[in-house]
């Protein structure tokens, strides 16, 4: 039933997309923006879906205030931890 259900599904006509992104200025290797925070999902008409869980799936259901603060909060933590921006990298 389940898996029906799944095939049916695959078979929509509509296109979507989803994506918020978190940027974070950096200062100490890069002296850009840097991509800290990604987090998206689709569903393309032909039963294709792709997502980039961070931290989670849906691309909408969290404030813009909380994607904020998630972005400064690994910022943070990778300066404090590295003392330089090693694990994020401009676009």
Known sequence: MIQENAEIA????????????GYAYDTTLYNDDVLVYNNSEGYDKYGNWTWIES?????????NTK?????I??????IVTYG????????
Do not use: F, M
């Open 73 to 78: 909060e690994l910022y943070n933590a990778c």
């Open 55 to 63: 931290p989670r799936s849906d691309a909408y259901s969290v404030s």
């Open 67 to 71: 994607k904020i603060n998630k972005t």
């Open 10 to 21: 695959k078979d929509a006509e509509y296109s979507y997309w989803g994506a918020k992104e």
């Open 84 to 91: 330089y921006c090693e694990l994020y990298s401009p676009d």
